[in-house]
T-cell receptor, first 116, second 108 residues
Framework: EAGVTQSPTHLIKTRGQQATLRCSPI?????VYWYQQALGLGLQFLLW???????NRGNFPPRFSGRQFPNYSSELNVNALELEDSALYLC???????????????FGPGTRLLVL | DAKTTQPPSMDCAEGRAANLPCNHS???????VYWYRQIHSQGPQYIIH???NNETNEMASLIITEDRKSSTLILPHATLRDTAVYYC?????????FGTGTRLQVFP
């Protein structure tokens, strides 16, 4: 069974440009999560999508946005790139959370974004 | 989500058991304890999780104290490939909050 896939693996942009990162969840998973791992800041929760809707977002400005498609894949868009947006962006997926159970998140390999 | 505390680093000889502790003294009744590891800036790899009972899978064992205020991840026979940063997370939401983790170095 294929795991979570992300593309591209590396992305180089200049300040002010827009970046689009893509994620395909594990087959059967309906929830997609995005995390940012910037140097020295650790892994930080960005966004959670489920059934096409944004369910939760972390403490990030509105220029970080995304969407989830009917096939449950997802895009993360970062507008007006700043130098400090340089980071590893990780996508994770899980089954739809049940009423009383915790669903495990499985991570992809990440997209490394460099803003010059 | 409850705050977790882990030692910043640990060493372990290859072939020996690696016991990684985690303190989560403010954990609430519905929060699970999750363990992930991250090898060299790859995506975090799920290891194991539990609520109250001890758990074992093909990768590791998780021992949770009766009061649930702490837990220990056990890698029974550490190999060089187990060198990684290990994260302990206590959560009941869909938002995983990663701390700084424990950097485990397995040496020959």
């Amino acid at each position: 069974e294929a795991g979570v896939t992300q593309s591209p693996t590396h992305l180089i942009k200049t300040r002010g440009q827009q970046a689009t990162l893509r994620c395909s969840p594990i087959s059967g998973h309906t929830s997609v999560y995005w995390y940012q791992q910037a140097l020295g800041l650790g892994l930080q929760f960005l966004l959670w999508y489920d059934e096409g809707e944004e369910r939760n977002r972390g403490n990030f400005p509105p220029r970080f946005s995304g969407r989830q498609f009917p096939n449950y894949s997802s895009e993360l868009n970062v507008n007006a790139l700043e130098l400090e947006d340089s980071a590893l962006y990780l996508c994770a997926s899980s089954l739809l959370k049940g009423l009383a159970t915790q669903e495990t998140q499985y991570f992809g390999p990440g997209t490394r974004l460099l803003v010059l | 989500d409850a705050k977790t505390t882990q030692p910043p680093s640990m060493d372990c000889a290859e072939g020996r058991a690696a016991n990684l502790p985690c303190n989560h003294s403010t954990i609430s009744g519905n929060e699970y304890v999750y363990w992930y590891r991250q090898i060299h800036s790859q995506g975090p790899q799920y290891i194991i999780h539990g609520l109250k009972n001890n758990e074992t899978n093909e990768m590791a064992s998780l021992i949770i104290t009766e009061d649930r205020k702490s837990s220990t991840l056990i890698l029974p026979h550490a190999t060089l490939r187990d060198t990684a940063v290990y994260y302990c997370i206590a959560t009941y939401t869909d938002k995983l909050i990663f701390g700084t983790g424990t950097r485990l170095q397995v040496f020959p």
